[in-house]
């Protein structure tokens, strides 16, 4: 019965490709949120979505495109991966804004 | 940009030492959480301080909110090995977004038995 779900739990690529990291939780959660993580463990908050419409958008490139189909589900699609993308991207919820989030164990992104 | 500054950003000590870590900025926190995030897992909330002055205690881990919601710290009283994780702050600022969280870059801790 885990709470945030990733899938996949790894994701080894080549540069120039386009893929998705999918996420799911069953909290009954209103706002879901996106993560990356550098090789250095610094936490920065990517996007943030509060029953299904987008809230923060942190300058984030526009090869990143996040999309949400209902409360549960926030997926992360990247196109052209570049080196720089490598790292661990973490999907979090929570109750509403403002309130303690419950994160997923990750999706460690390896661009070769 | 609202910055959070988190020391040290490595420990290492022996079983049965305390430790603090301290988490600040020059701008007021509406909210400030801590979490521990171990090895191939994510961050795992700790606690949450919001009133200034706050202190919470949670088994040998005591947090502190500072009066003018611009610090917090984490004290441990006699680490044991299981402590060992990287602790994070974040923070909901005041005045800002409640979407918002902004973290600190962590204290790696390492508890030798």
């Known amino acids: 019965d885990t709470a945030v779900s990733q899938t996949p739990k790894y994701l080894v690529t080549q540069m120039g490709n386009d893929k998705s990291i999918k996420c799911e939780q069953n909290?009954?959660?209103?706002?879901m949120y996106w993560y990356k993580q550098d090789s250095k463990k610094f936490l920065k908050i990517m996007f943030s979505y509060n029953n299904k419409e987008l809230i923060i958008n942190e300058t984030v490139p526009n090869r990143f495109s996040p999309k949400s189909p209902d409360k549960a589900h926030l997926n992360l699609h990247i196109n052209s991966l570049e080196l720089g993308d490598s790292a661990v991207y973490f999907c979090?919820?929570?109750?509403?804004?403002?309130?303690?989030?419950?994160f997923g164990d990750g999706t460690r992104l390896s661009i070769l | 940009t609202q910055l959070l500054e988190q020391s040290p950003q490595f420990l290492s000590i022996q079983e049965g030492e305390n430790l603090t870590v301290y988490c600040n900025s020059s701008?007021?926190?509406?909210?400030l959480q801590w979490y521990r995030q171990e090895p191939g897992e994510g961050p795992v909330l700790l606690v949450t301080v919001v009133t200034g002055g706050e202190v919470k205690k949670l088994k040998r881990l005591t947090f502190q909110f500072g009066d003018a919601r611009k610090d917090s710290s984490l004290h441990i009283t006699a680490a044991q090995p299981g402590d060992t994780g990287l602790y994070l702050c974040?923070?909901?600022?005041?005045?800002?977004?409640?979407?918002?969280?902004?973290f600190g870059k962590g204290t790696l801790l390492t508890v030798n038995p």
């Open positions: 979090a919820s929570s109750p509403q804004g403002r309130q303690p989030q419950h």
């Open positions: 909290l009954g959660h209103d706002t």
């Open positions: 974040a923070a909901l600022f005041s005045g800002g977004s409640n979407y918002k969280l902004t």
């Open positions: 701008s007021v926190f509406s909210s």
